[in-house]
């Protein structure tokens, strides 16, 4: 029986070497049809940066990748560059806020102070009646 289940498994694993044998180019290809097909939507969305570097040359992958990476680092420091300046005008805004409530309420409480008091003197006061 032993020589009947290793031939069995011999069997199995040709079969399965087989199948990754001719299952591999296949993969292969699928992989080298997404990159391109990837890489030239690349180039397809950063066309105009492309024709300001290279106009009349024929772009190789590899300068399409290292042209993409140059774009985005730039998109990235710009982005960086705004969310700096975003974050210094907001402390800039709540500065100022802080300084106009302090300004605006200084003399709004002495006034409401000053009316509560009167209010309270027994001479100006009358009592209030509904009829």
Known sequence: MAPTI???MTKSQDHLTLTHKLRKPLVE???RERINSSIEQLKSLLGPEFLKQHPDSKLEKADILEMTVCVLRRLQQQHQQQRRLLNHCNK???SSDEN????DFSPL???VQ????KDK???NSAPWRPW
Do not use: N
């Open 121 to 123: 003197s027994p001479v």
């Open 114 to 117: 000053t009316s509560i008091t």
């Open 109 to 111: 409480s002495s006034t």
């Open 29 to 31: 290809k699928l992989r």
């Open 6 to 8: 290793t031939a069995a």
């Open 100 to 103: 106009l409530r302090e300004a």
């Open 92 to 94: 800039l805004q709540s």
